[in-house]
């Protein structure tokens, strides 16, 4: 059966590739102390192991994070900022950076915006990881916002990865961290004051082996990030980025849809039944229903059955005839679909007909909808209409081809004909100012005439005496 996009499969949602994101310059945003290891610790490894610069920038300094309050804040905030030292050696990565803004304030702290604009100037990244904006934490989503702020104070250009703390995203590229899941373990176990409040070691490892499912054998832990260029991200605002992508899981508007019924009304003719079903069956709209209205006409069961086996049929069979309205009322009560299209026997569908009504029934709200119709005289079968429907729409785009030539071709001569035109009244003015002044030379002659004496001889004077009678 011929349908309509499939639905997009597994392939073109999540990557079945790893990505390799070393060789560049790496700058790391994390909210808070132990942020980097758990969102992006395995990649810190793999480029710290290729030699790449690796600085990381730790904007509050964790003091909520205590919660049994055993310990006065400051030096729950200096053990925090100890863990985090110990944790990023761990990885390989000794250029740390702590701004202190305090936990859970970082949302219009004042000083941020200059300093991250100034962070990036000083330092040059080609990559920055960055928390994504649909984090639960307040500080890890002010970190993103603060981030498309940044970029929009400054004219750099980098890549922007950003990376699950606690909330998963669709990611659009994956690094296999396999063979530095070990040192990321062991970072992990560096935080020592977190992990006695929550097993964040098991969760973050979790969400690393669940996103080694799409990658080739061998691949047991991956961390998954949405890659974005700075440029792109200037024109758009943090939640216009797909980062759920809800609407590619979405299927195809001809995949589903409420149940349509299309009610096909026939006597006495199976071969144009046939390519009537045969149109039905054809449709790039799949919840649909038929119900054929047999007027008083010849058996056709076991056309329909060979027909169309993939489409629910009801078959209904008067036993004599009773007219279109009363087969139309019959389908009518026979049909169980949120829609009804008729559909005579010697008519056919084209294959979007059904969707491309639907489609707009449900985006509009309306009751009803129709589409046009186009009458054909044919032989054959339903390809060969097909096939003089598309010679038809060749044939009209070359007379409407045709008749664009021809009218530009009378232009060109309309404006031929006004040069002519305007060429003549000069001809006929020229012809008018000569006649006007014959006139007047003659009058002059005349003056002259009437002031000489002229004398003829011979036969020239009967000649005279003509032209001078003429003159009386």
Request: charge should be negative; proline fraction near 4%.
């Amino acid at each position: 059966m011929k349908r309509g996009i499939e639905m997009l499969t597994e392939e073109k949602l999540i990557p079945y590739h790893a990505s390799d994101l070393t060789g560049k310059r790496v700058l790391v945003l994390a909210p808070h102390p132990d942020d980097e290891t758990i969102g992006c610790g395995g990649s810190l490894a793999l480029h710290a192991k290729a030699g790449d610069p690796v600085k990381v920038v730790i904007l509050t300094d964790g003091g909520m994070g205590d919660l049994s309050n055993q310990m006065a804040k400051s030096d729950y905030v200096e053990l925090r900022k100890k863990e985090a030292l110990g944790a990023c050696a761990i990885l390989g990565i000794f250029d740390l950076e702590f701004w202190g803004f305090p936990d859970r304030s970082l949302s219009g702290s004042r000083g941020t915006l200059r300093k991250m604009v100034d962070l990036f100037e000083r330092f040059g990244p080609d990559l920055v990881y960055c928390p994504s904006p649909l984090e639960i934490h307040p500080d890890h989503r002010a970190t993103s916002f603060l981030l498309f702020d940044a970029l929009r104070s400054c004219d750099l250009n980098f890549e922007v990865a950003f990376y699950e703390i606690n909330q998963p995203v669709s990611v659009g590229s994956l690094v296999d961290i396999t063979s530095v899941i070990d040192k990321k373990k062991e970072a992990l176990k560096a935080y020592k004051s977190q992990l006695k409040e929550r097993p964040y070691d098991d969760i973050c490892l979790s969400l690393a082996r669940f996103r080694s499912v799409t990658l080739p054998g061998g691949a047991t832990y991956a961390e998954g990030y949405c890659i974005w260029n700075a440029e792109t991200l200037r024109k758009m605002s943090a939640y216009d980025l797909p980062f759920q992508r809800v609407g590619r899981l979405t299927p195809d508007s001809g995949e589903t849809g409420p149940l349509v019924s299309i009610i096909v009304r026939t006597k006495d003719r199976p071969g144009l039944l046939v390519q009537a079903l045969h149109s039905i069956r054809a449709q790039t709209y799949c919840n649909l229903e038929i119900v054929v209205v047999n007027d008083g006409g010849i058996d056709v069961r076991d056309v329909i059955e060979k027909v169309v086996p993939d489409i629910p049929v009801t078959y209904i069979s008067h036993e004599t005839c009773k007219g279109r309205s009363e087969a139309a009322n019959s389908g009518m009560e026979a049909a169980k679909g949120a829609y009804f299209n008729f559909l005579d026997d010697d008519h056919v569908l084209r294959p979007d007909h059904v969707e491309t009504l639907v489609s707009h029934l449900i985006a509009t709200g309306e009751k009803v909808a129709y589409g046009n119709t186009n009458h054909v005289y044919f032989t054959g079968s339903l390809k060969n209409l097909e096939e003089e429907l598309q010679e038809k729409n060749r044939r009209l785009i070359q007379l409407e081809e045709e008749a664009a030539c021809s009218r530009e071709a009378l232009s060109r001569e309309e404006a031929m004909v006004a040069d002519l035109r305007k060429e003549y009244d000069g001809l006929l003015e020229e012809k008018n100012e000569l006649n006007k002044r014959f006139v007047e030379n003659q009058r002059v002659l005349e003056r002259i005439q009437s002031g000489n004496a002229y004398r003829f001889y011979r036969k020239s004077r009967e000649w005279f005496k003509r032209f001078d009678d003429s003159k009386k």
